[in-house]
């Protein structure tokens, strides 16, 4: 298991291609990329800050992957979450998992990624023609990640 | 008791604390404190705690680099965290 915070960038291609490779019975490996946008709630964004807890982050995001382990027949999982001031279209997240077959690195990605929006400590903060302004919480992330306790 | 508290977005902004050392004597309160009851305490600094803390505005805890919920039992030692719902991905 691989997790990264950082402020610099990742290259999706290279963190892929180092999960393919690591093991030869690897027959898929699903990837998922979040990514800044220009618009939010009908307003023009210029700029997104991302906060974090250091310390807790870390930990929340390896148990999220645990978590993962333990319901799917998965090989490895790697997550990179950025932080601190992008622009539009700056990659802000990567989640990728390997396994022999898609259906579980399909399934363990996307419950990394119903996890990480709704128990891994980060807060968005953007900026808009109006000025600065915190992100609230959706409704429709805490329903997505309620999907996986049936 | 001695616990760290450490706050986080909207909250640490609006209170303009990042984090405090917080000392409480030795009685019934503390050892019977929880995240709650730490809330409830905090926010009699004035109006903008009582907003902040126990107002509109949904804050959750963790203990411990560790999510709880209102009724997480708070020990000597702890790290206490609250921030609002997570936003990040």
């Given at each position: 298991?691989?997790?990264?915070?950082?402020?610099?960038?990742?290259?999706?291609?290279?963190?892929?291609?180092?999960?393919?490779?690591?093991?030869?019975?690897?027959?898929?490996?699903?990837?998922?990329?979040?990514?800044?946008?220009?618009?939010?709630?009908?307003?023009?964004?210029?700029?997104?800050?991302?906060?974090?807890?250091?310390?807790?982050?870390?930990?929340?995001?390896e148990a999220i992957v645990t978590k993962a382990q333990s319901r799917w027949d998965i090989f490895d999982?790697?997550?990179?979450?950025?932080?601190?001031?992008?622009?539009?279209?700056?990659?802000?997240?990567?989640?990728?998992?390997?396994?022999?077959?898609?259906?579980?690195?399909?399934?363990?990605?996307?419950?990394?990624?119903?996890?990480?929006?709704?128990?891994?400590?980060?807060?968005?903060?953007?900026?808009?023609?109006?000025?600065?302004?915190?992100?609230?919480?959706?409704?429709?992330?805490?329903?997505?990640?309620?999907?996986?306790?049936? | 008791?001695?616990?760290?508290?450490?706050?986080?977005?909207?909250?640490?902004?609006?209170?303009?604390?990042?984090?405090?050392?917080?000392?409480?004597?030795?009685?019934?309160?503390?050892?019977?404190?929880?995240?709650?009851?730490?809330?409830?305490?905090?926010?009699?600094?004035?109006?903008t705690w009582q907003q902040m803390l126990m107002g509109k505005l949904k804050v959750r805890g963790a203990?411990?680099?560790?999510?709880?919920?209102?009724?997480?039992?708070?020990?000597?030692?702890?790290?206490?965290?609250?921030?609002?719902?997570?936003?990040?991905?």
């Amino acid at each position: 298991m691989a997790i990264r915070v950082q402020t610099q960038d990742f290259d999706a291609g290279l963190e892929i291609k180092l999960l393919r490779n690591a093991r030869k019975d690897t027959g898929a490996v699903v990837s998922f990329i979040g990514q800044v946008r220009d618009l939010n709630e009908g307003d023009k964004v210029s700029q997104l800050t991302l906060e974090h807890y250091p310390g807790m982050t870390e930990k929340a995001l390896e148990a999220i992957v645990t978590k993962a382990q333990s319901r799917w027949d998965i090989f490895d999982a790697t997550v990179i979450h950025r932080v601190g001031t992008l622009q539009p279209t700056d990659q802000i997240v990567l989640v990728a998992v390997s396994s022999a077959h898609r259906g579980e690195a399909f399934k363990a990605c996307e419950f990394i990624m119903d996890y990480l929006k709704t128990e891994a400590p980060f807060w968005k903060k953007e900026v808009t023609d109006s000025g600065e302004r915190w992100i609230d919480a959706k409704h429709t992330d805490d329903n997505a990640r309620e999907r996986w306790l049936e | 008791m001695k616990i760290k508290i450490l706050y986080f977005a909207r909250l640490k902004e609006t209170l303009k604390f990042s984090t405090e050392d917080l000392e409480l004597p030795d009685d019934a309160f503390a050892s019977s404190l929880t995240i709650l009851k730490l809330k409830a305490y905090l926010a009699k600094r004035n109006e903008t705690w009582q907003q902040m803390l126990m107002g509109k505005l949904k804050v959750r805890g963790a203990i411990n680099h560790e999510l709880v919920d209102d009724n997480a039992p708070i020990a000597d030692g702890d790290e206490v965290a609250f921030f609002p719902p997570v936003t990040g991905g």
